[in-house]
């Protein structure tokens, strides 16, 4: 019995900075974010959103997509994330705090988070997907929540954003099947890290684009000496996006554009660029970066029932993970394209000003209350103080 991926939904706040406007104001070529970077707008978190609300919503949106049955049967909830608000208390408990009662969620649950950088949600899908073949019947709520930001007038600055994206997993999926073999690559590597006490991650860039390439292709190159299988057994594949050009550099370390053509896998860079669509207006959401793109292919109509994916999960620190995955029978109706973007065009564009506001606001401490903040985005669970 395939098990998997049963539905699959995003959750962004609805205010974003417009790509263009941050880089006039900070004096750089707007080519360099839309075409270096590879992005055109970053969502921006307020202060009432943190990644506890942000994977309420995503996982409030996937449990309405689920019968009661399988909402019955849910033993396991798991959280990835690297935005994390309590240093004991698993933020899965604070999901399952929210969403309970509305959706007639049972308590014999287990409920913890995962923590490896933008691998946990990775982590946590696999961890679901082996207890719901250790326990047949049984069903799994996978949430990948965060903030990811690195503060004003910082390297990383075009590089932020926030999402989550949640999942449930079942046997007989309808979205997408998971294959149990993976592989995956450890290296302990101070690339990416955020000490205990820091509201901010600190980063060496460029030795975090190394450090991705690098475990990228030992992960591919690993899959291919364990499986037989190569690039031309894949209708795509999907990677971390931690902004969209990351993923295309490490693809060219395996397939260049020019290969492709002479080896007749040109499907290959376009249903990349299809997986980037969604992460081009919103940006990192680290452990749900990934998943956003397998959500942004799904959404653009090329794949088909039975293609075979491959998927590319990358922490730093540094883990990183090929994953193998197939498209299920009638996985359109498991997904809203249309709903997903408009949500996207619905959300307020901020100034540079406002951005500059909200960005300073939300990473002061929350204090007791979020009410007198400059933007209050009040989902359908927002974060009313602390
Ligand atoms: N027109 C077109 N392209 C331009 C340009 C212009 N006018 N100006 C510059 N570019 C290109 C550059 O040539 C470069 O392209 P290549 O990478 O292909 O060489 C690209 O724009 C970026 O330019 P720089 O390298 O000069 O950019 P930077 O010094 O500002 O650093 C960054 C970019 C390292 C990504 C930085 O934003 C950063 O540190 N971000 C956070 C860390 C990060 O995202 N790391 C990714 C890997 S780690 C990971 O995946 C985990 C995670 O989620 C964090």
Same mark, same amino acid.
């Given at each position: 019995m395939p098990i998997g991926i049963d539905a699959l939904e995003i959750a962004t706040p609805g205010l974003y900075l417009p790509m263009t406007d941050l880089a006039l104001a900070r004096d750089v070529d707007p080519a360099k974010f839309?075409?270096?970077? /590879?992005?055109d707008e970053m969502a921006v978190a307020p202060a009432t959103v943190d990644a506890v609300t942000l994977g309420a919503r995503a996982a409030a949106a996937v449990l309405e997509r689920t019968e009661q049955a399988d909402r019955d049967a849910l033993g396991l909830i798991v959280l990835g994330t690297?935005? @994390?608000? %309590?240093?004991? !208390?698993?933020m899965a408990v604070m999901v399952h705090g929210l969403l309970a009662e509305e959706y007639s969620l049972p308590d014999a649950v287990r409920a913890f988070d995962l923590r490896e950088a933008c691998y946990g949600g990775t982590a946590g899908l696999l961890t679901a997907v082996d207890y719901v073949a250790a326990h047949p019947g049984r069903t799994a709520l996978v949430i990948a929540s965060d903030l990811a930001r690195y503060g004003?007038? #910082?390297? @990383?600055e075009p590089t932020q954003g926030a999402g989550a994206v949640a999942v449930l997993v079942r046997? %007989?999926?309808?979205?997408l099947a998971i294959d149990p073999a993976t592989t995956a690559v450890t290296t302990d590597v101070y690339d990416f890290w955020r000490p205990e006490g820091e509201d901010v991650p600190r980063v060496d860039g460029k030795l975090s684009n190394e450090c991705y390439m690098e475990t990228f292709t030992r992960a591919w190159e690993a899959h291919v000496a364990a499986t037989g299988l190569d690039l031309a057994d894949y209708a795509a594949l999907c990677f971390h996006l931690p902004y969209t050009k990351m993923g295309r550099k490490a693809l060219a370390r395996v397939l260049t554009p020019e290969q492709a053509a002479e080896r007749g896998l040109t499907r290959i860079h376009e249903r990349y660029e299809e997986s980037i669509a969604y992460s081009r207006r919103i940006g990192n959401c680290y452990t749900a970066s990934l998943w956003l793109g397998v959500a942004s292919l799904l959404d653009a109509g090329s794949v088909a029932a039975g293609d075979r994916l491959a998927l590319f999960s990358y922490g730093s620190g540094a883990v990183g993970e090929l994953i193998t995955a197939a498209v299920a029978e /009638?996985?359109? !109706?498991?997904?809203?394209p249309a709903a997903q973007r408009a949500r996207l065009d619905a959300r307020t564009a901020l100034t540079v000003e406002e951005y500059e506001q909200v960005l300073t606001e939300s990473l002061a401490p929350a204090g007791?209350? #979020?009410?007198? #903040?400059?933007?209050? %985005? %009040?989902?359908?669970y927002s974060l009313t103080g602390v």
């Open positions: 839309h075409v270096g970077l /590879g992005q690297e935005s @994390g608000v %309590d240093a004991s !208390k698993a004003l007038r #910082t390297g @990383g046997e %007989d999926p309808r979205l /009638g996985f359109e !109706k498991r997904r809203d007791e209350g #979020t009410s007198g #903040t400059a933007f209050v %985005d %009040d989902g359908p």
